[in-house]
Structures are given as structure tokens and as C-alpha cells.
């Protein structure tokens, strides 16, 4: 792995490592975007938040995550693992072939899913669920909140939408 496929983005709340595992992803690398979202999710706490990585993987690795932790044999669009350690938030995984898949499905821009689906996934190391639908809609609106500062369109205005 080079330079060029270990990124770290970060404000003086927030850091994220970017791991590029599947070349797919580097054309939606969009490093501004992405440290605008994590500016816009400092911006609605008061506190130092911590730090997490997120893998841009495929969907073979992470069907077999998906199936080691959460028993689940297929793959998904992001998955999240929450660490709880001080300041280490945790590690998020997305899937390139599932994002695609969904993205196309949907009519909807590649890096707009992107950037909503890291989101995502620091919104459930911060906490943030939806196992039940008060707290789905807290963390709808907080998502749609911050992607409507960075002109993504809402991503759940369309039922076809999912996260699994």
C-alpha cells in the first residue's frame, strides 16, 4: 500500500483514516466533500470526538464480515464496528460492488452514496442506531441535516433506499 491509498482527514474534533483495499473506490475520493461532512458532524457536538477508519472494500470481504459478526451471508453497503476505546470511535467497512449496485438502482450520484454511507457509519460509532423508529428518525435527521449543507440531495426521500 503507498501513500496514495492511506488518507487522514481531520478537524480538531475528528479524524478519519481513509484505507483504499480495492482500487474502485479512488475515483470517488472526494477529500474536500469528506472533510466537509466530518467539519459539519464536529459542528453538532461540543466535545472532542475521537478518531476512526474506514476500509473501501469489496463486497467478498465484506460478506464475510457481515457473516462473522452480524450472521449474515451476504454482503452489505457499510458495516460499523464501535471500539469505545478513549478516543478511538471505531472501524467502518463499505462494500464497492453493493454501493454501485445501489447507487444505480437508486438513480443516484456515486459519491453522494459515498460520502452519505460514511456518515452512516460515524453516526453509529457515535452512538446513533436505528433499531426502533424514534431512534431511526434522530439519526435520519442529523444525516439529512449535514448532507443538505453539502448540496447532497436527502437520501432518504426515495423509498427505494436502504441501509441494511
Request: aromatic share 8%; charged share 30%.
Amino acid at each position: 500500500m503507498d501513500d496514495a491509498d492511506f488518507i487522514v482527514l481531520e478537524n480538531k474534533s475528528l479524524s478519519v483514516e481513509l484505507l483504499l483495499a480495492d482500487e474502485r473506490w479512488r475515483d470517488a475520493l472526494q477529500r474536500n466533500q469528506i472533510s466537509a461532512m466530518l467539519d459539519q458532524i464536529a459542528r453538532k457536538f461540543t466535545e472532542p470526538l475521537g478518531s476512526a477508519s474506514v476500509l473501501l472494500s469489496n463486497d467478498a470481504h465484506v460478506a464475510k464480515l457481515n457473516f462473522q459478526f452480524r450472521r449474515k451471508n451476504e454482503p452489505t453497503n457499510v458495516l460499523s464496528f464501535p471500539d469505545g476505546d478513549g478516543m478511538r470511535l471505531g472501524d467502518i467497512v463499505l462494500a464497492y460492488e453493493t454501493c454501485a449496485r445501489e447507487t444505480e438502482r437508486d438513480g443516484k450520484a456515486f459519491e453522494d452514496h459515498f460520502i452519505h454511507l460514511i456518515l452512516h457509519g460515524v453516526l453509529h460509532l457515535l452512538g446513533f442506531d436505528h433499531t426502533n423508529n424514534e431512534n431511526a428518525g434522530k439519526m435520519e435527521l442529523m444525516e439529512r441535516d449535514i448532507l443538505a449543507t453539502l448540496d447532497i440531495p436527502d437520501p432518504y426521500d426515495d423509498e427505494t433506499f436502504e441501509l441494511r
